[in-house]
């Protein structure tokens, strides 16, 4: 080998090796760009999909005027937990309220409602007493709560943000109602414009004098809301 060709080999080498690995350098780049992409244009579709079925909701159409609740499809479910061993409920019924609903601007609609603690029930005889006695409701001083909101604001497609003022033994405070139009139109049996909404909150008892035994058992309780009311018929008395 003359001396041309031993500086020749080592370039020729070297030339090589950098031919050699620069496409794997260039393949591994844009595996590492496609790589860090993906996920985000995997999220686009599903936004957009949880967009699209929120906007294609169809509306309910109700209509306005001042609704009397049904104390026979108005249901209040409080629960709790009992020591982390059990999660009891009690029902309030006996409902007795108006619903103003305004189908044009819900922010002027409005809902007032009194629960007769006489319509507590827990399912139990023994618990019914306790609840109703001073440790917690004190039913004999005060044989009702009553919510008055004082806000309604839209919250989306047939949902409601509604706020108002909660009073249990004297003690009144602010309580956000998450509400869902159920329906509206015409009662197939009274034949009068009828309207329907669930609702849910989460509050704590002693915000009301009734926090006998927290921690043990909780002080959150969750609230769940059914109801129905119609208008009332045509000549009929309105609702005061």
Same mark, same amino acid.
Request: glycine fraction near 6%; charged fraction near 20%.
């Given at each position: 080998?003359?001396?041309?060709?031993?500086?020749?080999?080592?370039?020729?080498?070297?030339?090589?090796?950098?031919?050699?690995?620069?496409?794997a350098e260039e393949t591994a780049a844009p595996a590492a760009e496609t790589?860090?992409?993906?996920?985000?244009?995997?999220?686009?579709?599903?936004?957009?999909?949880?967009?699209?079925?929120?906007?294609?909701?169809?509306?309910?159409?109700?209509?306005?005027?001042?609704?009397?609740?049904?104390?026979?499809?108005?249901?209040?479910?409080?629960?709790?937990?009992?020591?982390?061993?059990?999660?009891?409920?009690?029902?309030?019924?006996?409902?007795?309220?108006?619903?103003?609903?305004?189908?044009?601007?819900?922010?002027?609609?409005?809902?007032?409602?009194?629960?007769?603690?006489?319509?507590?029930?827990?399912?139990?005889?023994? *618990? /019914?007493?306790? #609840?109703?006695?001073?440790?917690?409701?004190?039913? %004999? &001083?005060? !044989?009702?709560?009553? +919510?008055?909101? =004082?806000?309604?604001?839209?919250?989306?497609?047939?949902?409601?943000?509604?706020?108002?003022?909660?009073?249990?033994?004297?003690?009144?405070?602010?309580?956000? *109602? /998450?509400?869902? #139009?159920?329906?509206?139109?015409?009662?197939?049996? %009274? &034949?009068? !414009?009828?309207?329907? +909404?669930?609702? =849910?909150?989460?509050?704590?008892?002693?915000?009301?004098?009734?926090?006998?035994?927290?921690?043990?058992?909780?002080?959150?309780?969750?609230?769940?809301?059914?109801?129905?009311?119609? #208008?009332?018929?045509?000549?009929?008395?309105?609702?005061?």
């Amino acid at each position: 080998m003359n001396t041309t060709q031993k500086l020749l080999l080592p370039l020729a080498l070297t030339l090589a090796i950098s031919a050699c690995s620069k496409p794997a350098e260039e393949t591994a780049a844009p595996a590492a760009e496609t790589a860090a992409t993906a996920p985000a244009e995997a999220a686009t579709p599903a936004a957009e999909e949880v967009t699209s079925a929120d906007a294609g909701a169809t509306a309910i159409q109700a209509q306005s005027g001042t609704y009397t609740l049904d104390p026979t499809h108005t249901d209040v479910l409080a629960q709790w937990n009992h020591f982390g061993f059990s999660n009891p409920t009690a029902h309030f019924g006996n409902a007795d309220g108006t619903l103003v609903y305004d189908a044009a601007d819900v922010t002027k609609s409005s809902v007032q409602v009194t629960l007769p603690l006489s319509g507590l029930n827990s399912f139990t005889a023994k *618990l /019914d007493e306790h #609840l109703k006695a001073a440790d917690f409701f004190d039913a %004999a &001083k005060f !044989p009702t709560a009553t +919510f008055k909101s =004082t806000k309604v604001e839209a919250a989306g497609t047939n949902k409601l943000t509604v706020t108002g003022d909660l009073t249990i033994k004297d003690q009144t405070k602010p309580v956000t *109602l /998450d509400v869902t #139009l159920n329906g509206g139109g015409e009662h197939p049996m %009274a &034949k009068v !414009p009828a309207i329907g +909404f669930d609702a =849910t909150t989460t509050l704590k008892r002693s915000d009301f004098g009734v926090g006998a035994y927290a921690p043990n058992v909780s002080d959150e309780v969750k609230v769940r809301i059914t109801t129905e009311a119609k #208008l009332p018929k045509e000549g009929a008395a309105p609702a005061k």
